[in-house]
Nanobody, 118 residues
Framework: VQLQASGGGSVQPGESRRLSCKASGFNIRSSHMAWYRQAPGKQREIVARIANVGGTTYADSVKGRFTISRDNAVNTVYLQMNSLKPEGTAVYYC?????????????WGNGTLVTVSS
């Protein structure tokens, strides 16, 4: 059971970036998936979540700018980030929550660094 995140990099304020999280060893269609981030000196916080049945929730700070989605065919979850702000600089992590038909424990992917700076 593994999550592999990718897509981080350096962007300027206002630009967009898409993160990907490829799952292996389990099917994301049965799992609740989420993206978290941890900014320097701050605690990890949830950014967006997509339930196994498809409902999505977002942190207030990213509503209207970020979109979480998934492609079950390639077992991958995405985070589309638009209108990025400097405070979006963080290491972004994907997560699979325990669920009855999904993973039995919290699974964390590697972090991918997003730097928003002019």
């Amino acid at each position: 059971v593994q999550l592999q995140a990718s897509g981080g990099g350096s962007v300027q304020p206002g630009e967009s970036r898409r993160l990907s999280c490829k799952a292996s060893g389990f099917n994301i269609r049965s799992s609740h998936m989420a993206w978290y981030r941890q900014a320097p000196g701050k605690q990890r916080e949830i950014v967006a979540r997509i339930a196994n049945v498809g409902g999505t929730t977002y942190a207030d700070s990213v509503k209207g700018r970020f979109t979480i989605s998934r492609d079950n065919a390639v077992n991958t979850v995405y985070l589309q980030m638009n209108s990025l702000k400097p405070e979006g600089t963080a290491v972004y992590y994907c997560n699979a929550e325990p669920s009855p038909f999904g993973v039995s424990r919290n699974v964390w992917g590697n972090g991918t660094l997003v730097t928003v700076s002019s």
